[in-house]
């Protein structure tokens, strides 16, 4: 299994990425928060003291030999729009919004926050560029994976052909019922791919978001995919969930960058 513990801290690897990328989507173990945002809760905006998430975001950093000054994240907001980290972020400045977050900069380390939305990372060997972005429904709805990829090309000349994704632990389509709302939308949507990522079953509509990535991704012409198919509300151990925790839950953390 791709899992790897540093100081106490466990976290999921990407095998698809390169030995210059580093990569890391941070289990709830190893940190100093209480419950119900036990223990390496990383989100700033669920209730833990802000004392607490700040020496996780330390710990985080430091288990990765990365210099939390190095950081570059996103306010997230459920859209599509693109973050070009030139450089870390200044501690003092707020976040920007954004949902999609990419950098060339080998002195940034990007970072992100997920409770059961789809992490999403992103690596062109071929011009040295990472990303990370954020696909709850919503994002997923709007192609917020069709537009990364559309984003490398054009800020980056990247080939979509090049491109490497990882799709990372997140909930799973078994524990995602949606409203025939969000389904009727999602049909609209991407209608040649319905019946392959909404499952009708008992009444209810589940709702898969790898599956819907991954079309995107692949619709756009990525070739080099992987899916950790590992289901945060399966996995709580692990795994802050929105969904199964009822939203008294934290935040766990991806990082990436370039070494």
């Known amino acids: 299994m791709p899992f790897y513990e540093q100081s106490e801290l466990r976290y999921y690897q990407f095998d698809i990425f390169p030995t210059n990328v580093l990569n890391a989507v941070f289990t709830r173990q190893g940190g100093v928060s209480p419950l119900p945002w036990a223990s390496l809760n990383l989100g700033g905006s669920v209730g833990d003291e802000p004392a607490h998430v700040a020496a996780n975001r330390v710990r985080v950093f430091e288990a990765l030999g990365r210099k939390p000054a190095s950081i570059h994240d996103v306010w997230l907001v459920h859209g599509t729009d693109i973050v070009y980290a030139d450089a870390p972020r200044p501690l003092d400045a707020p976040s920007p919004k954004a949902d999609i977050l990419f950098t060339d900069n ?3 380390s990007l970072f992100m926050r997920f409770a059961d939305c789809v992490p999403l990372l992103f690596h062109d060997p071929k011009k040295n560029v990472i990303g990370i972005a954020h696909a709850g429904w919503l994002g997923t709805l709007q192609g917020v994976a069709d537009t990364a990829i559309k984003g490398m090309q054009e800020h980056y000349g990247s080939d979509p052909a090049d491109i490497v994704a990882g799709i990372a632990p997140s909930i799973g389509v078994d524990h995602y ?8 939308r999602f049909e609209a949507q991407y209608p040649d ?34 899916v950790s198919g590992i289901c945060t509300a399966c996995n709580l151990d692990d795994w802050f969930s929105h969904r199964a925790e009822k939203g008294k839950t934290g935040r766990f953390g991806a990082l990436m960058a370039l070494v």
């Open 106 to 108: 080998p002195e940034v």
């Open 177 to 184: 019922e949606v409203g025939e709302e969000v389904a009727a």
């Open 193 to 226: 791919h319905a019946e392959r990522i909404l499952q009708r079953r008992d009444g209810s509509v589940f709702l898969d978001l790898w599956t819907a990535n991954a079309c995107q991704l692949k619709d756009a012409g990525v070739e080099h995919i992987q």
